[in-house]
């Protein structure tokens, strides 16, 4: 379908469904002058969410048929381009136990978190921050690079974050801190999990993550197989998109 509309001259594609659908078809847009539009119909949207877009179908397009077209940056995990966010620790094992669930929805994520959390082994990395700083973690619990500001079902990254200014946010947090960080859980859906203590966060244009052996990552809410070294990068306004207005809305069309 997106390779007949884009053979028949297309300025515009409209995705239906969710973050794993709106990847496939947005990555293969990058670079393109062809802007994607996204009417949200999956559980987590959070590239839907991030653009303050309405998750009623009718009213999306509503918004759509009235929006701007932006710049919105795409990462890297070595050569595989993500527009939401890739993980490389806990909360990559999370996406893979509620991708087992036959249901969908918070619940679900909830109780994936718990399963994942006593069933995930983790492995000691170190952290490369724009070649400058260097970050050594003998156990990781959260370790996630995000495009955007959230994950999606509302859980923040950093609320703040813009998705269109050439950066990348990272936050990772030791295995030892979970009980303070399940503590404050509810700040990651109200200001974002850069708030919780303990949380290691930066602003970042490259990060080298090395580890001890090669584990699997999770990919705008997939789960791919990696290699033990992994280089995130992010290049700015790679990819035109069709928001609608709101906070994140430029100022002129």
């Not at 119909?41 to 509503?62: K, P, T």
């Not at 070595?78 to 966010?85: A, C, H, R, Y």
């Not at 094992?93 to 929805?105: I, T």
């Not at 000691?124 to 500001?149: A, F, K, M, Q």
């Amino acid at each position: 379908m997106l390779a007949n509309a884009l053979a028949d001259g297309t300025d515009c594609v409209i995705v239906c469904g969710g973050d794993g659908t709106v990847s496939t078809i947005g990555t293969q847009l990058i670079g393109s002058d062809v802007c994607m539009g996204v009417v949200p119909l999956g559980s987590g949207n959070g590239l839907a969410r991030h653009f303050a877009q309405s998750l009623n179908a009718v009213e999306a397009i509503e918004q759509l048929a009235s929006g701007f077209v932006r710049d919105m940056d795409v990462g890297y995990v070595n050569e595989t381009p993500f527009l939401i966010s890739a993980s490389a620790a806990w909360d990559a094992a999370l996406v893979k136990a509620y991708n087992m669930s036959p249901l969908r929805g918070i619940g679900s994520y909830v109780i994936a978190g718990v399963y994942s959390f006593f069933e995930f082994s983790s492995r000691p990395v170190r952290i490369i921050i724009d070649g400058r700083e260097t970050i050594d973690i003998d156990r990781p619990l959260l370790l996630t690079i995000g495009n955007l500001s959230g994950w999606g079902y509302g859980a923040l990254i950093d609320k703040a974050a813009d998705g269109c200014d050439g950066k990348l946010e990272l936050v990772a947090a030791r295995q030892k801190d979970a009980p303070l960080l399940l503590a404050n859980i509810a700040d990651v859906f109200s200001r974002g999990v850069i708030n919780l203590p303990n949380v290691i966060y930066r602003k970042i244009q490259h990060v080298r993550i090395e580890r001890t052996e090669s584990q699997s990552i999770q990919i705008d809410g997939e789960l791919r197989d990696a290699p033990k070294n992994l280089d995130i990068s992010v290049e700015k306004g790679a990819l035109r998109i069709l928001t609608p207005t709101g906070p994140r809305a430029p100022s002129k069309t």
